[in-house]
């Protein structure tokens, strides 16, 4: 998958910007706060429909405009595609409209077009970070290949949100526990074929990263990724038993927790409170690896993510690092342009461009208060 031009109107500090990308490496570099990771963002925004860096799309508009677009053209094995993204003001609320090769789609219907994978600093805690940041990772990457669990996802998540709201109705206003049963079954199918989705997809992950891992560290180390299931208090739900998708299963565990799930207000089991643990030699990476053994195994599961997409639609997604290559160490830099190279186009901001090997071929942008020149 390749990026051949990048186009933006009102985006961020952006009021009007065309950018040929005709290189596999285009490293953007420049000072702080001067419009580097915007671009970034605007490939992003093309690629998912929202943004990596904040939930509130009403400030990616430029100030003071009332629209904005950000497209994409672009080449995969199907041929050559756009993907276009508007947001105009209508009537005091922003509306969105994205078009595929001219024609209006479905959020379902692009997520999966245009292929792509985002490191930041932020991913170096994938390993020691909350729970919501590795679900984050998992789901992006299995969604980009896989419709279903896209639409799984999605229908998932708004059964959770009004399961959710009549619990607090239920604990604030009372009310028979029998208004649930309709919400528990939907919650119970829906959570049982997101988790085997899950199960399927790390069944492929966990051999990738573990190969990459291996790699980075010479062979010193073995990582084993695992799946948990957990309550919304951290624990687990079978500290001994290994992860179990079934519907049985949480029709069991929701009929267990519905007087604690009423008293809090949400749902406390289910894939939304689950997460993925990462062991090194038997022990938990987390707890016990070193900060250089904790940054390998992100890195491994970043680049293992590259490798899945791959495997699973036949070419590698666009790559975009934001700022990470100043937050890793030589041998690990080196492990990722070795990575990389030749196979994976790549987008990098860096504020200085001497962070990144004057390979021929590759293109450099200087971004300077939203201006770009090449060179």
Known sequence: MKVNKLYAVNFRNYAACELELPAMINVFYGQNAQGKTNLLEALFYAAFGLSHRTSAEDELPQLGSEAMAVGVEYASFSGRHEVKIKKYRQQERWKKEILLDGAKVRPKEHYGALNAVMFSPEDLQLVKGEPGL??????????????????????????????????????????????????????????????????????????????????????????????EQKANDGTLLYPTEAAEASEELYRSLLQQRQRIDILRGNTGIGPHRDDLQLLLNGLSLRSFGSQGQQRSGALALKLSQLEYVHREIGEYPVLLLDDVMSELDDSRRAQLLLFIDGRVQTFITVNDKEWIPALPGNAYFKICGGTISEG
Not at 136 to 143: E, G, K, L, S
Not at 169 to 192: I, K, Q, T, Y
Not at 202 to 220: D, F
């Open 134 to 227: 590795r679900r984050r990772f998992f789901d992006m990457q299995i969604a980009q290949t896989d419709p279903v669990y896209y639409d799984l996802l999605v229908k998932y998540n708004r059964v959770l949100l009004q399961r959710n709201r009549l619990l607090k109705e239920l604990r604030d206003n009372g009310g028979s526990a029998s208004a649930l049963e309709p919400w528990n079954e939907e919650f119970v199918h829906l959570a049982a074929a997101l988790v085997q989705r899950r199960l399927t997809a790390l069944g492929k992950l966990e051999s990738i990263a573990a190969e990459i891992y291996a790699s980075i560290t010479q062979h010193k180390e073995q990582l084993v990724v695992r799946y």
